[in-house]
């Protein structure tokens, strides 16, 4: 599977180590994003369709196999995207969830659940529009008040399957920022 070009994950333009660039860079937006594969190859597109919607946890665990990570910063926990909790019921796991465990053990870094979906979306994939994906998740995370205070100056890896738009990730590092994370990166399967 192709190992994909790494994106500024402001405004998706390239960017080698996937740092933000400089004039991109916003108060509570993104530090950084690493995508693994290339989700516009068919291979790698169903391989995400066969975990999400196939149930096929096992897989994370293949495309993941050889996974080496480093990017220079020391994260303290990674966080999943949540879903929404009727959509993880039927799905019957988070797979941002699934792939932060992979990546965690590998990493030595534990995963914590501090977002959570505070209401239901429309699903992002049936959004075509940028501007409309940003409103269709304005809003819709927040932090686990039970554990926010394990939040405040950390550096956080924020994790999920694609990231296309980026309207899911760059909302719940603004969340993570606000409620006091000092960095976040974001870490994507494919993009």
């Not at 994106?7 to 960017?15: D, V």
Request: proline fraction near 3%; glycine fraction near 10%; charge should be positive.
């Amino acid at each position: 599977m192709p190992i994909t070009e790494q994106i500024c994950p402001e405004c998706g333009k390239g960017c080698p180590m996937g740092w933000t660039h400089p004039g991109c860079v916003k108060k509570n937006g993104m530090d950084g994003l690493i995508a693994i594969y290339d989700y516009q190859d068919n291979v790698i597109k169903g391989v995400i369709k066969e975990i999400k919607f196939g149930f096929n946890r096992d897989l994370i665990k293949r495309v993941l196999k050889n996974f080496k990570f480093e990017t220079g910063e020391k994260f303290d926990y990674l966080v999943p995207v949540p879903l929404y909790f009727y959509r993880e019921n039927w799905r019957g796991f988070n797979q941002a969830e699934e792939i932060a465990k992979v990546i965690g053990e590998k990493m030595a870094v534990g995963v914590l659940n501090i977002l959570k979906r505070k209401r239901k979306t429309k699903q992002q994939s049936l959004i075509l529009d940028r501007d409309e994906r940003e409103k269709n998740v304005r809003g819709a995370f927040g932090i686990r008040e039970e554990i926010k205070d394990q939040l405040k100056g950390k550096k956080i890896l924020l994790v999920d399957d694609v990231f296309t738009s980026g309207a899911d990730m760059r909302e719940c590092t603004r969340v993570l920022k606000k409620a006091g994370a000092e960095v976040v990166w974001g870490l994507a399967l494919g993009h």
